[in-house]
């Protein structure tokens, strides 16, 4: 006995396993993002305090983390990593080379 599939049901079956594939791209996506809880005014009070240093635009965030005192802001530039204290305002309090 031969079954006659309709063209409708094959490509339904082929996009619910294809949607299945793309949800988890996302996941796998989600967990190589940097932590990012720091706002924008903060990040880049810490992007100006680096670039300053250096005099010219070279600083990239890795990684900000709010804190009720301080964010910590984690900064790469030119082979050199910065840690940076800020207020959610964009105040610089720390900004230290780590070794």
């Known amino acids: ?5 309709s063209a409708t049901l094959v490509c339904t079956i082929l996009l619910v396993g294809l949607a ?15 932590l990012r ?4 005014a ?3 009070g810490c992007v100006q305090g680096v670039n300053t240093n250096y005099g010219r635009p070279v600083a990239r965030v890795t990684s ?7 964010t910590e802001v984690m900064l790469t530039a030119e082979g050199e990593t910065w840690r940076c ?15």
């Open 64 to 70: 900000s983390d709010f804190s009720q005192a301080n």
């Open 85 to 99: 204290l800020v207020s959610e305002s964009g105040e610089v309090r720390d900004l230290a080379v780590v070794m």
């Open 20 to 34: 299945g594939c793309v949800e988890d791209m996302a996941e796998m996506d989600s967990m190589d993002a940097p």
């Open 37 to 40: 809880s720091g706002s924008v």
């Open 42 to 44: 903060a990040e880049q």
């Open 1 to 5: 006995m031969k079954t006659k599939f």
